[in-house]
């Protein structure tokens, strides 16, 4: 299983180069406010499972919010522009948002090896009703027998910037840092122009979180 999900993820990320902001625009509609954080879910099982890694289940891939304990499961596949997403909207006290995962760079860490276990990095956004999309890196530990994934760290990387790369620093050996390169706004740069400063950031890693 463990091979079967590292070939899918590296067919997902040859198929498809994803960079970008992914927007998103609330009405009243969307979702139901009952005065506590809550995530919005569909009442189905969870087609990203089955999509992304194969697993027919009904339990759901979840983002920690950064700087809260609430837990975003991702819900849809989307496309803006040619780049592609899984998408988990959520709400906590009045702030509404989204949740939107750049699945096609999962960069799988190469550590010491746990039958059952694989470790992956991800970038992912989140947007709410003000005018930021804050980019994160991920870190997730995920079961390969059952389906489990469990989130193990997040890294903020910037505000508005548009991702072209990332990758482990040593692809063959075991991984102790992530290449990250994307575009960032100047200092004199409007951030609601594109950014155009080309940015590298080599992050450190281990099994148990990213160096801060």
Known sequence: ML?????????????????????????????YVDGKPVSVAMKENSRVMRML???QT????????????????????KEYNGHHFA??????????GVVSVDYPRITVLNFTY????????????????GSGVHWYIGLYNMNTKYGDIQQIDSLFVGDRIVINEMNTDEPFDVTSSIRLAYFSHGPAQSMADDPSVNTTKLIKVTPKGFVK
């Open 58 to 77: 009904d339990k759901y891939w979840q983002i920690e919010l950064p700087d809260s304990k609430l837990k975003i499961p991702l819900m849809e596949l």
């Open 87 to 96: 998408v988990g909207e959520y709400q906590f006290g009045q702030e509404r």
């Open 3 to 31: 091979v079967k999900i590292i070939l899918l993820l590296v067919g997902i990320s040859c198929v498809v180069l994803a960079a970008g902001i992914y927007r998103f625009n609330f009405t009243n509609d969307d979702i």
């Open 53 to 55: 890694f194969s697993f």
């Open 114 to 129: 746990v039958q059952d276990e694989m470790i992956f990095a991800v970038p992912f956004s989140v947007s709410n009703q």
